[in-house]
């Protein structure tokens, strides 16, 4: 069996990725790395489905025992991601996604240089914050802060292998389908394939 992708997707908060991942993992070739964080739990979350919800202790304690293989705080909580799901999933063939921020994808990209990154952008700013202020999930504050740190994030794309605008949903899944498809058609994912081409 082939080993699957490691797929890491950022973009700024409001970009839509969290939409796009909801698409994806519809396809079981794709699971998704649930991350754990120290931020509240926001209306409709669950535990182990959108987050490991954790105390700042309780997350430092993660650090501490080395449970984490990247971890960053983004506008003043934790969010990290467990070890051991990635490589058990990659090693049984499915397409890992990591759904995390630049800091975190940059750790990443250190450890797994064959993963591949991707970077949600929205079309424009105005839009991106009509999108904070429609979901209603954050205070006006927390949007603030939020829409200061996707301008900083946005200046990071060129860290990424693929850039995705978000404009229409269906287009932007279309497109990391399509990344995804030829990611595995590369010569350095062919390994095993080749293999039995050349011996039978
Ligand atoms: P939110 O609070 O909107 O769910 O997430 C805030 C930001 O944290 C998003 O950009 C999201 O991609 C990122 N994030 C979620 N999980 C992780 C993680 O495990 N590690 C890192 N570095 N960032 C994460």
């Avoid at 105390?55 to 506008?75: D, H, K, P, S, V």
């Amino acid at each position: 069996m082939n080993k699957g992708l490691k797929i890491v997707l950022s973009g700024p908060s409001g970009s839509g990725k969290g939409t796009i991942v909801k698409e994806l993992i519809k396809d079981e070739q794709f699971l998704l790395s649930i991350s754990a964080t120290t931020r509240s739990t926001r209306q409709g979350e669950e535990e182990g489905v959108h987050y490991f919800f954790k105390t700042r202790e309780e997350f430092e304690g993660m650090i501490a025992q080395n449970e984490l293989l990247e971890y960053a705080e983004f506008c003043g909580n934790y969010y990290g991601t467990p070890k051991a799901f990635i490589e058990n999933s990659v090693k049984n063939g499915k397409d890992v996604i990591l759904e995390i921020e630049v800091e975190g994808a940059m750790q990443i990209k250190k450890i797994y240089p064959d993963a591949v990154f991707i970077f949600v952008v929205p079309p424009s700013l105005t839009e991106l914050e009509n999108r904070l202020v429609g979901r209603n999930t954050e205070a006006r504050e927390v949007i603030e802060q939020r829409l200061a740190r996707a301008k900083e994030e946005l200046a990071l794309y060129t860290q990424y292998d693929y850039v995705v605008v978000n404009d229409r949903l269906v287009e932007a899944i279309d497109e990391i389908k399509c990344i995804v498809r030829a990611e595995k058609l590369k010569s350095s994912f062919y390994g095993q394939k080749i293999e039995n081409v050349i011996q039978n």
